[in-house]
């Protein structure tokens, strides 16, 4: 049987205050976009039917610099870079599957949108 409970919503706890307070000050915090296909290679994501303005994530500013600390664009760029070196032929599908994993593996979090579209504020909880 389904119950849906009509009644007022119990108080939440002190620790789901607290949550969502730490989560309404990190939606605060000022974001930046990310291109998830680096503009440094450009060129060869556009020869492979790549456009990389219709693929960027809205990171926290300090995310987004440490994806991109050092040389070269930093451990981000690396990431690509060794992508393109060993897969020169990749197909779109391939190149999608790669962005999947190294945002998995840098754990980005954020809508994909469109490097042109206004970003949403405030970010949902979460982002």
Known sequence: MFIIPWGPRPPLLPSQQQQLAEEEERRKRPHEKH?????AFKLWFTR???DIEKFTMLLEVEKHRSIHRGERGGPWNAAWDRFIQENPRATKEEIYRHAGQLIY????LGPVVPYWRQPI???PPGY
């Open 48 to 50: 492979q039917g790549v």
């Open 35 to 39: 291109h998830i296909f680096p503009r």
């Open 105 to 108: 593996e840098f754990e980005l």
């Open 121 to 123: 504020r405030p970010m």
